[in-house]
């Protein structure tokens, strides 16, 4: 605890670029204004908004794990920004990040793994009720069901990693995903300060050569394989 509060009182201090200030790249600079700071311009549609808010009421899981209204909306603008071939979420607990992503991009096919059966059946439920995409929720052990998607992973993905949080799993399936890459694909971590080994995992992945630009928000982290990109590590106070 004590650890995540000091990086966290670091993670403030070494922040820059807000709105976009000190990036040269019109890519980032467009990514980092339009998508990460537009709260106004891409509304997350009212039913996905008033089922997080009841699902948060009535579960503490919802409360302790799964995203928030404002990390749930960025995962929406991103989604809806990137329109990707196909979304893959790592971790669908009750399928909150999954409502999120999938309204995003309806068009776009939707992957999620969760191993808990519980879990998995209320996601499969909250789908069938209010989300417009297409979304497919494959229940069991995340080795072996990201075994079982990995073939379908076309070159322009979007992934969110937010399930099995310790290092090496982590690291092993953001390796996985990032050989799937084609010349563009936005994957999302969360909890990338949640403890020492997510921080490792983290910090690992960014100096992966694939890995052009890395958007450190403490929450939550974005990785931007794009391989017109410079090197880059960005810190957002987000
Ligand atoms: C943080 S929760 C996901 C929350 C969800 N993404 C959201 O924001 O609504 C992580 C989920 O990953 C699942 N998980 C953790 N380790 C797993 C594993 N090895 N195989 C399958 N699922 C796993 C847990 O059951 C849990 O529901």
């Not at 106004?40 to 928030?68: C, D, M, N, Q, W």
């Not at 790592?90 to 999954?98: F, K, P, R």
């Not at 999120?100 to 519980?118: A, C, N, Q, V």
């Not at 090496?168 to 990338?192: F, N």
Request: glycine residues 8%; proline residues 4%; contains cysteine.
């Amino acid at each position: 605890m004590c650890w995540r509060i000091f990086k966290y009182i670091s993670h403030l201090f070494h922040t820059r670029h807000r709105h976009g200030h000190g990036i040269h790249s019109p890519y980032l600079f467009e990514f980092v204004n339009g998508v990460l700071f537009n709260s106004l311009g891409t509304e997350v549609p009212g039913a996905i908004l008033k089922e997080h808010l009841k699902l948060r009421a009535a579960y503490a899981f919802v409360r302790r794990s799964s995203v928030s209204l404002k990390y749930g909306f960025l995962l929406y603008r991103i989604s809806r920004w990137f329109q990707a071939q196909m979304i893959i979420e790592l971790g669908t607990g009750m399928g909150i990040s999954t409502l999120y992503l999938s309204s995003g991009s309806p068009e776009t096919p939707l992957h999620s793994i969760e191993g808990d059966g519980e879990r998995a059946h209320m996601a499969s439920q909250l789908m069938n009720k209010c989300c417009p995409g297409q979304v497919s929720i494959h229940c069991g052990d995340m080795d072996e069901k990201l075994e079982d998607v990995r073939h379908l992973i076309p070159p322009r993905y979007m992934a969110f990693v937010d399930g099995n949080h310790h290092y090496a799993p982590t690291v092993a399936y953001v390796r996985k995903l990032v050989e799937r890459a084609g010349d563009e694909c936005v994957i999302v971590m969360d909890d990338i300060y949640w403890s020492r080994g997510m921080h490792r995992a983290w910090k690992e992945v960014c100096s992966w050569p694939e890995v052009r630009v890395s958007i450190d928000l403490f929450h939550m982290g974005i990785l931007l394989l794009r391989k017109d990109l410079h090197k880059q590590k960005i810190k957002i106070k987000f």
